[in-house]
């Protein structure tokens, strides 16, 4: 009986110290919340201004932070400047579509000379197969392409080519899973998704997923993965499970299709380039429109001639601004004259070095903390021991990543509340240091918050 009590009562402890814990996490977020909101009077007043248009004030949900969004009045460089005159690194990188940065003089020239030449034309353009040809040179799977107006239409696209060009219906992905606003698989998916019939699998397991395939076998019409995933938290592929799913898609007959909406910045052509791993298709979107909206499916010649018009038979594929002047010749200019293969790299190695930094700043300091990703693309966790799946990182703290945004805007870099940080290519090592003491700074704060939470 004596036992039984004692291990009672160490359990009202425990579940005291954790409610006290909770309290005083609880309460720091409030805190921060305050500062935030008498820091930024003229965002919020824009913000009530816009509820009476938009639902929420909102047109763009992942822009939407409690109590409300910073509103951006210009930006340069890599930096932004709030309405209320706050100056910025700007770390979210407009989710890494922001790659050239704000205001780059090559894409505003281009831009310019578009609108010289006119816009609307209701016609093809040469602009359109320079970028065309640059994509098919840069990504080693991609033979020919098509031009779309975001990475979910790309997405949506391909998808249904997949399942139209084998016959099937049954679609395989991961969970945690961001392929656009209509393929949405963390958190249970989303009522929003396109209503195809998806079996979803855990990201970087090689024996779930294997078995999955072979268990649809002839049904499976395309596996579609992210090389590292992006939204799911900077979650990275193994080289061995993309090549486990290029095996076993090939031997069933299904196409394997490589989200690289993201990240296609990694390196010359890609992680697919990178991991000597080529789909059948592959997605691209964000940064290669230069600032303006894009997207682009393509891969293998023989499927993508199923929408090649003059064939009697071709399947439509309509879209006003699939190849506005401005996407086409900004994407252009900037592919071919800015983000050369030699700058990817450069940007590339930089992004491996910055991640290692801020890893070395976090273990000196908690062990609790780290930063996964690839390349210029990462995402602060706060969790102990690997990280290989977003199941991995389902429990951490959402309100220790709130404090994270908040003590990062008060030291000067605008990041995502998810805790993303997406390198561009104006930003200096200088900048890089920024980062890295906005970071210690919030690890030296928060340290006992952190370690008792985690």
Not at 125 to 151: D, H, K
Not at 204 to 232: C, K, Q, Y
Not at 373 to 378: A, D, K, N
Not at 427 to 435: A, P, W
């Amino acid at each position: 009986m004596h036992a039984v009590e004692t291990l009672a009562g160490q359990m009202a402890q425990s579940a005291s110290l954790h409610d006290i814990r909770n309290s005083i996490l609880v309460n720091a977020v409030e805190q921060a919340v305050q500062t935030y909101t008498a820091n930024n009077r003229a965002s919020r007043e824009l913000f009530e201004r816009a509820q009476n248009s938009m639902p929420g004030g909102n047109t763009r949900s992942a822009l939407h932070f409690d109590p409300f969004p910073l509103y951006v009045s210009d930006s340069a460089g890599a930096y932004i400047r709030d309405v209320d005159g706050h100056r910025y690194l700007d770390v979210l990188g407009e989710f890494t579509a922001g790659l050239y940065g704000h205001r780059d003089d090559r894409i505003a020239r281009a831009v310019v000379k578009a609108t010289e030449r006119g816009a609307s034309n209701g016609a093809p353009g040469a602009a359109e197969i320079e970028l065309a040809e640059l994509v098919c040179e840069r990504f080693p799977a991609i033979e020919t392409v098509r031009f779309c107006n975001s990475g979910t239409e790309a997405n949506l696209y391909a998808l249904t080519l997949a399942r139209i060009a084998t016959g099937r219906q049954k679609l395989l992905c991961f969970s945690g899973a961001y392929h656009g606003g209509v393929f949405v698989f963390g958190g249970g998916g989303s009522v929003m998704n396109v209503p195809f019939d998806w079996t979803v699998c855990r990201y970087n397991d090689e024996r779930g997923a294997g078995e999955t395939i072979d268990r649809l076998g002839l049904d499976l019409a395309a596996v579609i993965i992210e090389p590292m995933m992006s939204n799911g938290g900077c979650i990275a592929a193994r080289p061995d499970f993309l090549r486990m799913l290029r095996e076993r898609c090939t031997a069933v007959g299904a196409l394997l299709i490589f989200d690289e909406v993201v990240t296609s910045r990694m390196g010359p052509g890609g992680l697919q380039e990178i991991h000597g791993v080529l789909p059948d298709l592959t997605t691209l979107g964000k940064y290669l429109g230069a600032g303006f909206s894009f997207g682009a499916f393509g891969g293998r010649a023989r499927i993508m001639d199923l929408m090649n018009p003059t064939r009697s038979d071709a399947l439509p594929h309509a879209g006003t601004f699939n190849n506005n002047v401005y996407s086409m010749s900004a994407g252009a200019v900037g592919l071919k004259g800015v983000f050369t293969k030699q700058q990817s790299q450069t940007l590339f190695d930089e992004g491996e070095n910055l991640r290692d930094r801020l890893n070395k700043t976090a273990n000196a300091i908690s062990p609790a903390v780290q930063f996964t990703g690839c390349g210029s693309v990462m995402n602060i966790h706060f969790v102990r021991g690997e990280i290989s799946c977003p199941e991995d990182v389902a429990h951490e703290s959402k309100d220790l990543m709130k404090l994270f945004h908040f003590d990062l805007l008060e030291a000067g870099v605008y990041a995502a509340r998810r805790g993303q940080i997406n390198l561009s290519l104006p930003m200096t090592l200088e900048d890089h240091d920024t980062i890295v003491t906005a970071v210690a700074g919030f690890l030296q704060r928060r340290k006992p918050l952190i370690d008792a939470t985690i």
